[in-house]
């Protein structure tokens, strides 16, 4: 039978319509999601068929940005386009045939691509067709010349090859920056952690495969019954409620972790609410901001029923669903097994042990109790802190230490954007034992209003050498997270109207030597 021929896709949209796309508002962990989707969604519905052929197969989908030649590349190994779906993925807002899938709205590709870069290209082998099927997008030429279709090439190619593999270049201000990887790595492995928990799904970004996200569970006896058996605190979930419906469970964290808590919301197993770091939390289930139940419950639900926001980050019935969460509530305060009764009240134990460890502290505290020797510490801060030319040696020699490693987040503080860099560095010429620098200058593939803040942790200082804990190599995260705190806080402090913040930290650099 010979094959169809395709010779030119349609792109039938007014051309200058993509220029809006370019300012949706997005996320980078989003918009490369939609490539994701349709291969996923490619490969569910063509998994049998390419089995059949290839024993242990499986879908790999690469994701590799290349800031040198400033290009991001997209691979997958799943089914390809064929002939029926070729002109209909193309075509902005054209929905598929079959919408029950991931790509449910047809605008992924086109949209997320455009975001993303000003050019583009898609090579794509069906499997079971002779031919793959090549074609490019140029935005500037699309809007400047009023293009409505695109030319194709066709290669022959053997009928059992299947892939995709999209290439974008001439980048948008969109897309990622190398500080954004770790963060987009995260989310990925969020969004998609019920494909990648299967093992039939591989997803890597610039060569590292993602993890799907895996919480420890709280073991303890019911609160009323301390001594009795360890129960497992996990609530399977199958709800309905008129045209709603939600599967999954939701339980009680083991321990308090940051990001695990609070509930992530699925449809067709694909993560919509809570694959970054804000998960959902309604009052009716969570109760307040802070609360012990709020730290550490946690749950993931398949719901069914409700509307999808367009680019997948939300659901449009807010109301009902929040109406749907406080009927669900019921479920999780049952005699039989009441979550949140354990949730509220397995704190008492906590609190038990928190009393014992307030007790050793008084005691170790007691045991180095010396006012002569806290008068000298504080001394000696004080003169040291005088001695300008002191104070400028060592802070120059933090500043200056070249790091061993450095990790990287983003935030935002009064509509500005700032790189955190914790850097950890290894200088015995200096008593700093941290240090925060304000780069006003940005990085390669940062925005122009980028500003970098760095800290410096210096793992050579004597307070890492004192404390049995450092020693053995134990959680060194605790005091990291103090160090991450005191630099957010010193940038901060200025916007409230405090002078000279920096004073706390030379001063408390010079008193931690002392101890």
């Known amino acids: 039978m010979e094959q169809n021929k395709i010779e030119r896709v349609s792109i039938a949209l007014k051309p200058n319509v993509y220029n809006t796309f370019r300012n949706l508002v997005n996320t980078v962990s989003n918009t490369l999601g939609e490539y994701v989707d349709n291969a996923v969604q490619s490969f569910l519905d063509n998994k049998d068929q390419i089995a059949s052929v290839e024993p242990g197969y499986k879908l790999v989908i690469e994701i590799r940005v290349d800031w040198t030649e400033r290009n991001i590349t997209i691979t997958d190994n799943a089914a390809g386009i064929g002939y029926k779906n070729y002109e209909r993925a193309f075509e902005p807002a054209h929905i598929p045939q079959d919408n029950t899938g991931l790509n449910q709205f047809g605008m992924g590709m086109k949209t997320a691509s455009v975001w993303l870069a000003d050019n583009w290209c898609v090579y794509t082998k069906a499997f079971g067709e002779d031919v793959e099927r090549y074609t490019e997008f140029d935005l500037k030429k699309v809007t400047s010349e009023g293009r409505e279709d695109l030319l194709v090439k066709e290669t022959p190619k053997d009928k059992t090859d299947h892939y995709t593999k999209i290439v974008l270049y001439n980048l948008s201000k969109n897309a990622p920056s190398i500080n954004q990887m770790d963060k987009i790595r995260r989310h990925l492995s969020s969004i998609y952690r019920k494909f990648l928990r299967t093992n039939e799904i591989e997803i890597i970004v610039n060569g590292e495969r993602l993890e799907a996200p895996n919480y420890e569970i709280l073991k303890a006896p019911y609160y009323k019954d301390p001594h009795g058996k360890e129960i497992e605190w996990k609530k399977d979930i199958d709800f309905h409620m008129g045209e709603y419906k939600a599967k999954g469970f939701i339980a009680i964290l083991s321990k308090i972790q940051n990001n695990a808590n609070g509930l992530v919301l699925m449809q067709r197993g694909r993560v919509i609410v809570g694959g970054g770091e ?26 069914e029923g409700f509307e999808v926001t367009f680019n997948k980050n939300g659901f449009r019935d807010e109301e009902d669903l929040y109406a749907f969460m406080e009927a669900l509530r019921d479920e999780l305060k049952s005699s039989d097994f009441n979550l949140l009764g354990q949730t509220d009240n397995y704190r008492q134990r906590a609190k038990e042990e928190q009393t014992a460890i307030s007790h050793k502290i008084k005691k170790n505290l007691v045991k180095e109790d010396s006012p002569k020797k806290l008068t000298r510490h504080v001394q ?38 700032y790189n955190l860099r914790i850097e950890m560095v290894t200088e015995s010429a200096t008593d700093a034992l941290y ?56 940038i901060m402090a200025p916007e409230n109207g405090t002078k000279y913040a920096s004073n706390i930290r030379l001063l408390f650099n010079q008193y931690i030597i002392q101890q």
Do not use: W
Not at 282 to 288: L, M
Not at 294 to 300: A, S, W
Not at 389 to 394: L, S
């Open 435 to 490: 240090s925060v620098i304000r780069e006003e200058t940005p990085s390669l593939f940062d925005t122009a209003d980028t500003i970098s803040i760095v800290c410096k942790i210096n793992l050579a200082h004597p307070f890492f050498t004192r404390y049995e804990q450092f020693k053995k190599g134990n959680d060194y995260m605790p005091i990291i997270s103090i160090f991450k705190a005191l630099t957010l806080a010193e």
């Open 278 to 303: 804000e998960r959902y939390f309604p009052s009716v289930i969570f109760g307040q901001s802070g609360s012990f139940r709020y730290r550490r419950l946690f749950g993931e639900l398949e719901l």
């Open 380 to 417: 000696n801060v004080a003169n040291n802190i005088l001695n300008t030319q002191y104070i400028e040696k060592t802070e120059s020699a933090i500043k200056n230490a070249k790091p061993i490693d450095s990790h990287t987040e983003p935030f935002v503080l009064n509509n500005k954007n």
